[in-house]
């Protein structure tokens, strides 16, 4: 069965417009007038407006940017900031949704027993719900033509107030700046601005009314704009044209006493009575019909527990289980038989929900992607008063409920993001982390063009040719760049579709592996047959760009090894001024037991205290740091002098172990001889770890891995090195 979708007026105008002129109206609105006068009056409609009527105008122009689905406000903000934060907002505003639907009953049933009090409260609570109910359960389509003769009766009674003009004597000693006496409940012991805000703002909350109705629109891009608009102007100059005929009805302590001012003064007191009945029954009834389908955009994302029996739909398209799940909770909200304690944190729910997608528009504009073309245009400056006027209200009205609030938002969301969420659809986060890294990087390049040496993290650009290459290094690779650093994988084409299909896949796989560690990883395939020129024009292009690796790491197969191939690489390294790490396993002893470092320096000048440098060093120690804190290992330090002539006091070794910052159980020693001898000596580490001098070849490196039978890790230095700052 093809389900039926609604247009603008009965879809957004009708149920939003019904939504605004409710209870309040009828029973609050000269109250307000008589606590606050004509301006304050004024001031508190017009503030409360500005509020809705931006976050109208926001709602409006991001819908017809994006393909809005089932749960409005949800839908919207899921698009905008991603399924957690939409869900951490949704569900809270699902709640409030329905909850909503309890207080409309009561407001009813006050209304009701006012001129039948011999009714039984409860009884008639349940009664009321169950008609409504009813209703819904029948069809949204019928909900909706029960609305039209509710907004009929609502039309007739505004008319019966306005001819209370012609039937009454009338006040012409209006009260510009009203005295705030208070109300019959605080014995009029006297109240302020922001106390009777608070009473009203609750009016003009139903913006999102045909929003919530997204999902069954025929056309949601045109007629929520259309339709919400209109309502909130029409509905606008309703509440102020009612400031002026209540203040002509009666004098201010009238108003202020009197509730039902409106009823009693009306050409035709019944219909307004009516119309009152009649606006709490319909904000009941559209409560109730979109806190379902709230439900069910959460559903269909997979956001609540058993989402799958929740986003079941019946032939006629209603979403009969949330329906279902909705009225249990709106049972308990009345069995409670008092929602004035969490009232509040209703209306903060909504204030959130306004503030979002506010937010959301001010995100998508100041990024100016070129995907957000909207065809209603605001300025800025419309949803950033939007979400401050919310977020500032929330805190006028209650602090302490404004901040459970929140904390309850907080909640929902670290709950969703636990949930590991996928959307279908992809959301404009990426491009907010984006504008802000390219933010930051144009703040960065103006305060230092070069990149700071205390800025240094490694970042490896690893060329690989076989699966194995990483396979055996991958440990050590962790223990260099957790947690801080990056890998990006560069790998040649390879001509042999299954193997192609075979690398494609590893280096998925790895890089998963690295991502479910906390790593940075990325991978790109180059179509070149020669590795040399692919990494040399790498580095090259590379050096343009501002987030780039620092560090060539290769690791070498012992069993085949291109010397050529790897002192051809050290020597463009150095012209390119990257560093490298050259990793050579001894057989299958690998990294051993993974405790204990051996750090080979060599040619340390001597005047290494004054120049705040110890020669090419600098890489090979701050690997050894960063593998030593992985590995929680130990270091002993090497200082080889070959020609026995460096001198090192005592004070020294201090000064070099604190300039260093090494840990506090490292050991420093002065080696004298030539450095393979020596290493063939002290064979008690898990890995060596040297520098490469500048008459050191690919040769000379395996003759060390060989006689120390030690896995051993040789470093190039670049500029970008410092391990004394």
């Known amino acids: 069965m093809t389900k039926k979708t609604f247009g603008t007026f009965a879809g957004v105008f009708t149920p939003t417009t019904l939504t605004i002129l409710g209870v309040i109206m009828y029973i609050r609105q000269s109250w307000v007038v008589g ?53 951490a907002i949704g569900i809270p505003f699902y709640i409030a949704q329905a909850l909503a639907v309890a207080m409309y009953v009561f ?86 601005f922001w106390g009777v805000f608070a009473v009203f703002f609750p009016a003009v909350t139903g913006v999102m009314a045909g929003a919530n109705m997204s999902g069954d629109l025929t056309s949601p891009r045109k007629s929520i704009p259309k339709g919400t608009i209109s309502a909130v102007i029409l509905t606008t100059l309703i509440y102020i044209s009612l400031i002026f005929v209540a203040s002509m009805l009666a004098p201010p302590d009238e108003l202020a ?93 909504f204030m959130i929900t306004y503030a979002m997608v506010n937010i959301v528009v001010l995100v998508e504009q100041s990024l100016s992607l070129p995907s957000y073309r909207p065809t209603l245009k605001v300025p800025l400056l419309i949803p950033a008063l939007g979400a401050f006027g919310s977020i500032a209200i929330m805190f006028v009205v209650n602090v302490i409920v404004a901040l ?69 290094s991958y440990k050590l690779i962790h223990s260099i760049i957790y947690p801080k650093g990056s890998v990006k994988i560069l790998s040649l084409f390879n001509e042999n579709p299954d193997e192609q299909k075979n690398i494609e896949l590893f280096l998925s796989n790895a890089s998963q592996k690295f991502k479910e560690n906390g790593i940075s990883v990325s991978y790109a395939f180059v179509d070149n047959k020669e590795l040399n020129t692919t990494i040399n024009i790498s580095m090259q292009s590379l050096n343009a760009a501002f987030f780039k690796p620092n560090i060539i790491f290769v690791s070498v197969d012992t069993g085949n090894i291109d010397f050529k191939y790897y002192d051809q690489l050290i020597s463009d390294v150095k012209k390119n001024n990257f560093g490298m790490i050259i990793y050579i396993p001894f057989s299958t002893a690998s990294l051993a037991i993974e405790k204990n470092i051996n750090l080979w320096l060599t040619n340390i000048p001597d005047n290494w205290k004054e120049s705040f440098s110890i020669g090419n060093n600098d890489l090979s120690t701050l690997l050894s740091l960063l593998i030593c804190k992985n590995w929680k290992g130990i270091i002993d330090v090497h200082i080889v002098d070959t020609k026995s002539n460096l001198e090192f006091s005592a004070t020294d070794m201090e000064n070099f172990q604190s300039m260093i910052r090494f840990p506090k159980n490292t050991n420093i020693n002065i080696r004298k001889g030539e450095l393979l001898s020596l290493v063939k000596k002290h064979r008690s580490a898990d890995v060596n770890i040297f520098s490469v001098g500048t008459d050191m070849l690919t040769t000379d490196m395996l003759s060390i891995v060989n006689e120390s039978r030690i896995s051993s890790v040789f470093c190039v230095d670049s500029s970008l090195e410092n391990v004394l700052v």
């Open 404 to 472: 459970l609030s929140l904390i309850f938002i907080f909640i929902f969301y670290f709950y969703l993001v636990n949930l590991k969420l996928q959307s279908d659809v992809g959301d404009s986060r990426s491009g907010l982390f984006t504008a802000l890294a390219e933010w930051a990087t144009k703040k960065s390049s103006n305060l230092s063009p070069q990149k700071e040496v205390r800025s240094w993290r490694p970042d490896l650009l690893i060329p690989m040719n076989m699966p194995k290459e990483i396979r055996s």
């Open 107 to 192: 407001g009813f049933r006050e209304g009701l027993v006012s001129i039948l009090p011999g009714l039984n409260p409860l009884m008639l609570d349940i009664v009321v719900f169950v008609i409504v109910m009813t209703i819904a359960f029948i069809s949204t389509s019928f909900a909706f033509k029960i609305q039209y003769i509710i907004l009929g009766i609502i039309v007739l009674s505004l008319i019966s107030i306005y001819g209370a003009l012609f039937v009454n004597d009338l006040n012409y000693n209006f009260e510009l700046f009203g005295k705030y006496p208070g109300s019959i409940e605080n014995n009029f012991s006297g109240t302020s």
């Open 35 to 87: 606590n606050a006068g004509i301006v304050g009056a004024l001031a508190i409609v017009l503030l409360s407006v500005a509020i809705t009527f931006t976050t109208a105008l926001s709602l409006s122009s991001i819908t017809t940017n994006v393909r809005i689905g089932a749960g409005g406000a949800f839908s919207i903000i899921s698009k905008s900031l991603g399924l957690e934060i939409g869900g």
């Open 257 to 349: 006493s009197n509730y039902t001012l409106f009823i009693d003064k009306a050409l035709y007191g019944p219909i307004v009575l009516a119309g009152l009945l009649g606006a709490t029954l319909s904000s009941a009834l559209g409560s109730f019909i979109g806190a379902p389908r709230i439900m069910l955009a959460l559903a269909e994302k997979g956001i609540l527990p058993q989402s799958k029996h929740l986003a079941k739909i019946s032939k006629k398209g209603e979403p009969i289980n949330s329906m279902l799940i909705t009225a249990v909770i709106v049972f308990l909200g009345i069995s409670s038989r008092d929602l004035n304690t969490i009232a509040p944190i209703l209306t903060m729910f």
